[in-house]
């Protein structure tokens, strides 16, 4: 029996599956036409991640966890509208990779005061270490990309570095949802997978240059 050549066919999406596309074309092409721009965006997320940093130390940590979610999630809408709107800028794209190191910056160290007024100095020592290791995270990857080396390699990403701080607030104690401890075991192990992260980065970027000058690859 000869081979049927003829295209596949796609299957054609559910009613319910079309008018969610179309919705969610409606709502782009609106977001595209107002004034929203990617900036905006950017710093509506950085405001919101000052106030978690503000509900931290008023030991509100449901809402400072709430607060850092909406405000990270932002973070990750205006690279994604940078992109679809065509409003993006070169200043924009820097704006906002300065405000996503600082917002994760600013909400630990009131966690790390948090712990300071609990006299916890093996806690406070976490975080900075947490901090220190989120900068060198984003570093390595930066100076790697800026020597034409690929470096998404590790396990604390930011994506997973804001779900880490986010459990950890939501779940802190105090924050009426259970009699939960989350916020020290969070910063600890954020500190150790930043720090980990931070190597397997360094390790990675050391190879491929040493790949990429080797005799056998020229």
């Keep these: ?16 599956r079309r008018e969610s596309q179309e919705i969610s074309a409606v709502v782009r092409d609106r977001l595209i036409e107002s004034r929203l721009t990617p900036n905006a ?5 950085f405001a919101l991640n000052l106030a978690a940093a503000g509900l931290v130390v008023g030991r509100l940590f449901f809402l400072a966890g709430v607060a850092f979610i909406v405000g990270s999630v932002m973070d990750t809408l205006d690279g994604r509208y ?13 704006l906002d990779s300065t405000l996503d190191r600082l917002e994760e910056g600013i909400v630990l ?16 020592a976490a975080v900075v270490a947490a901090v220190l290791g989120s900068l ?9 990309e800026a020597l034409g080396v690929a470096c998404k390699v590790g396990l604390a990403t930011r994506p997973v570095r804001v779900v880490i701080i986010s459990a950890g607030l939501v779940f802190a104690k105090g924050a009426s949802l259970g009699h939960f401890e989350l916020l020290a075991p969070a910063v600890y192990l954020l500190a150790v997978l930043t720090v980990l992260t931070t190597v397997q980065r360094i390790v990675h970027v050391h190879g491929e240059l040493a790949k990429a000058n080797s005799p ?3």
């Design 1 to 16: 029996m000869p081979e049927q050549t003829g295209r596949v066919r796609q299957p054609r999406p559910t009613k319910p």
């Design 41 to 45: 965006i950017s710093l509506t997320g």
């Design 82 to 94: 940078s992109r679809m709107s065509g409003k993006g800028t070169p200043f924009g794209a820097f």
């Design 109 to 124: 160290t009131a966690v790390a005061a948090y712990f300071a007024s609990r006299h916890d100095q093996l806690a406070v």
């Design 136 to 144: 060198m995270v984003s570093y390595t990857r930066a100076r790697a």
């Design 216 to 218: 056998s690859s020229s």
